[in-house]
């Protein structure tokens, strides 16, 4: 078909400009919409982020400060194992230098005129005093002769015998031996030196007798004279002379266990 000049085909023109069926007007904010879910989404990732380096700053602290208090605790307890050794350091120290004043004691006879003289018990044999319970009441019984004191007293329990006692075979010994048994006290009850000494300390005080002479064993004596002393009685020391049979190192050693002995009472352990 020919078609005159200022025509315009119709048909084919409406059908190039027709807008599309498949475009919608609500389509057109569509980019904007696109826009915000991806700043929303860079929001999300940026605060992941930002939560991950706070947990791992926290994570560091945390482990920072385990890291100090680990340091911390084995300060503590080298410092306490330090203090632990220096304790104990010095209680060695104290031992050694109690048991050298036993030492020097053990041999110093301080015998002088006194109210009375006490003899430490020793083991006894049914009835009859063991070579050291007789040792020490012979010595008792030369410097009662010797009239340094008008009385004696006898100190010991039972120590495993169901009918004497130390203090009762001292006794015994003594009156066989020419001393009458008005001038002699008996304590026949305590099981350790202590217990002895606190008792006797009783029967001096009741006596009105102020002033003794302890007779015992050498390595014994310093240990008695301090529980007596504590009980305001003046005390001086005699030991009964020694027989011998004891080595350095066993006499050591028994100085060593009396050092021990008067630590504890000195803290409230009486043995």
């Known amino acids: 078909m020919i078609l005159s000049i ?17 475009i919608s007007p609500s389509s057109v904010g569509r980019p904007e919409e696109a826009a915000r879910r991806m700043s929303c989404r860079t929001e999300l990732r940026l605060l ?3 939560i991950s380096i706070e947990n791992r700053r926290n994570r560091r602290k945390l482990e920072f400060q385990l890291i100090n208090v680990t340091a911390e605790t084995g300060r503590m307890k080298r410092a306490l194992a330090a203090g632990m050794v220096l304790l104990l350091v010095l209680l ?17 006879d301080e015998a002088q005129a006194a109210d009375v003289i006490v003899v430490l018990g020793a083991a006894e044999y049914r009835g009859k005093p063991s070579p050291v319970l007789q040792a020490r009441l012979n010595h008792a019984l030369l410097l009662y002769l010797r009239g340094l004191a008008p009385f ?11 009918r004497y006692t130390e203090g009762e075979v001292g006794r015994d010994y003594l009156i066989e031996h020419g001393v009458p048994s008005e001038g002699i006290f008996v304590e026949p009850n305590g099981s350790t030196t202590a217990q002895s000494l606190a008792a006797a300390a ?8 102020q002033s003794c002479i302890v007779v015992s064993d050498g390595y014994h004596i310093y240990r008695v004279k301090r529980l007596l002393e504590a009980q305001s009685i003046r005390v001086y020391g005699s030991p009964r002379p020694a027989q011998g049979g004891l080595s350095r190192g066993a006499l050591r050693w028994l100085y060593f266990r009396q050092a021990v002995g008067f630590v504890l009472w000195q803290v ?3 043995v």
Not at 152 to 162: K, N
């Open 6 to 22: 200022g025509q315009v085909p119709m048909a084919a023109s409406s059908r190039r400009w027709r807008p599309s069926a498949t």
């Open 202 to 209: 009783e029967i001096m005080h009741s006596k009105n007798l």
């Open 268 to 270: 409230g352990v009486n």
């Open 48 to 50: 992941v982020i930002c």
């Open 92 to 108: 060695l120290g104290y031992l050694f230098y109690v048991a050298k004043e036993i030492e020097r004691q053990s041999t110093r």
């Open 152 to 162: 004696l007293l006898t100190t010991g329990g039972a120590g495993g015998d169901p």
